[in-house]
């Protein structure tokens, strides 16, 4: 083909902004868990997936219309969220941080088993877009509408978040999360509160999982280390943020999709077998060396 | 304080996610992963293709021209044509003007009755060992290697065995992983004690494996796939390995033809994964299809073995090339994701792989509409007036319906059955590898004939074309030959 190189950048930077949407969308998911309930949230990512594999089973099983499946499907993410919240995040919620995390981790692996369980049978799924349009930039890059909802739907939630945070519920997150025998004191009630926090949050992944699903096919675990591998570059992401600016997690994100998308270069395409997850690796080690608290961190965060 | 615990969580979660995150970027997801199949019946045009709908009066399959069933040319030692696939009509000669394709030839020569290495093999049993991919594979189906396996030898079990031998089948599954196919096939040899290998499927479990087997001296057989390895000794020159059918390299010619009669001066691309296994056959491929085309070669390259993330540009580039056709040799996952985001309307091409299986066209149709796949085994519409197989596959399976993967297996099993009767009753594995290089000619009436003028067997390939009105793969050609 033997692009210009500027022409093969704006086509990579587009495809990775693109793809970071997803891995946003992720990201505040877990940058939410974390600020709320100061866990590592593992099972974020599949959260989405079995999103995912709820709204393909209603939408091509079930034989169900698309927004009811996709309501199906965010439905079953949310009871997932919540009932790792109940299952496994309050009874272990004096535990140490690294016993929650591998609380997470659990419920990750046995989603994917469930996954695995549940659909042995059609190991590869494919599920139709939302709108199949697309279009051609003027810099040669294609963008198909299902990319621009995903971007469109991370604008909105991102912006809705912003407003939640400013408001009553949003305050008693954090607060909840500093002091909690405090918050209980003024009226919060902690329990209540990490429960929003974590249904928020399984929303987020849900998301994720189900605009990301059509992208391409997807399989057990697809979310996580599958065909669209969100959970570690929305790690990578949080970590950006600080794991706690929710604009952090966002810029955080797009960057993240946008420095992956650079291993299409053909200068490292072909000469280097995964280069998208070296470069990524080796971009974020010189961000924790340089500035380990985050680049998209604001102030008042870092403070 | 509070900062400093938190940037040590940070590095705990995200080393955490990295050890959770990368064995599985490991998985190679269908890479080249072939299997093996049998069963042609239907009737055949004079060019090789199919006429639909015949079946013979008795509803048995009628046999395709050169595969009859039974051992074609030589004269087995023994047993002869107690099997096959088609009709079992007693191994009609044929003389495939095999190709071969070089390296060195079988050994023709047995050992002196009663000799040589018997391992695997008594009185009244031979232990055959299988590997395939049960887990770890993409774009197959576990309960379908499951249910495949042992199927053939099951029937001739009920028949009595080979030469008065119940086969006795161990099967593993090599997780798609070449270190554990290796692992696997070092327990067949060392633990199971089995007499020879089988692949089942998986191009870079096969060569693991084959390589393993020929330094403990076990017969390994397979479909053909890669010829060469850089680094390492080509498959052709291991001492007893043996190919089935024709290697990818093989195919070359047959898919530069395909390209002609299809696509002939349109734009075309090459694309193959990066597996350094097929750095030999993308040579090869771009060579002839640059042949072939001539400028109209408008894109070639090697792709990640799974792609996922690389998919959306990749189609970009395809499309950008204004490429029609693309030759494709890479995974069946990477073909689906590639195939989904295509903004162009292209016809994959493509080597014997595991992308003609009928779970790639459930999942890929229509973007893969009237991709053409060359096979060792045919498709479905063919194999399911296999009465034989049918029905053994139902004895096997509790009345479940066969599917592809299963005349895959079938088809493999059977071969090496039919090489077992020949080498008769005085089996070890020295005569068991003189009978290939001796009789040379097997036509199971699935596989396409072999000539074992070399220890790529193969002559011919079955064309499959993906019908996306049916979701699965019918057989266009059978028997085409380089």
New interface residues.
Partial sequence: ?N?PLYEQLA??LT?GVL?GAVYALVALGIVLVFRGSGV?N?AQAEFGTTGLFAAYWALTVQGWSYPVSFAFGMAVAIALGLLTERLVIHPLRDSS??TL?VGT?GV?LAAIGLQFWLF???????MPKIHDG?F?TPW???V?MQELITLGVLAGGAALLALFFRSPSGLAIQAAQQERVASELVGISVRRVSMLTWGIAAALGGLAGILAGP???F?A?FL??????S??PG??AA?LA??RSMPGAVAGGLLVGAI??L??LEVF??SI??A??MILFVF?LVVLLVR??GIFVGRAVTA | MTMMITRKFQAVALAAAITLTVPACGQKSGVASQVVVGGVPGQVAADGSIVPGTTAADGSAVGVPGATGGVTGGTPTGGGSTTGGGSTTGGSKTTPSGTGGGGEAPPATAPRSGGGDTTGVTDTTIKVGIHAPVTGAAAIPQQSFEKAVGVYFDMVNKKGGINGRKVEVKFEDDQFRPDTARARCKKFAEQDKVFLIIGGAGADQIDACARYAASASVPYLSAGVHETRPGQAPLSSLSTYFALSLTYEQQTPLLARTYKASYNGQKVAVITADNDSLDNFHGKAVGAIKAAAGSNLAYERRIPKNTTSDAPGIAGEICRSGAKAVVWNASPSSLLNVAKVLTCKVGFIGPGLTNGLNIVAEVGCDNIANARFYSPFPGMDVMRRNAEFVNAYKASNGGSAPDDLGAAIYGVESLVGMILAATGKDLSRESFMATIGKVKQFNNGIYPPTNFSSRFGGTAMHLLRADCSKSEFVTEKVNVRP
């Fill in positions: 083909m692009l086509i990579a495809a793809r590592f593992f941080r690294v995390l981790a990750a042995n049978e059609t190991l590869v799924m494919s697309y051609t040669g890059a294609i198909t992208y391409l096919t399989s675990g996580s280390f599958g065909a669209v591998g959970l570690l790690f990578m970590v600080g794991m992956e998308q291993s299409s395409a072909e077998p995964g998208g997850a974020l380990p608290q």
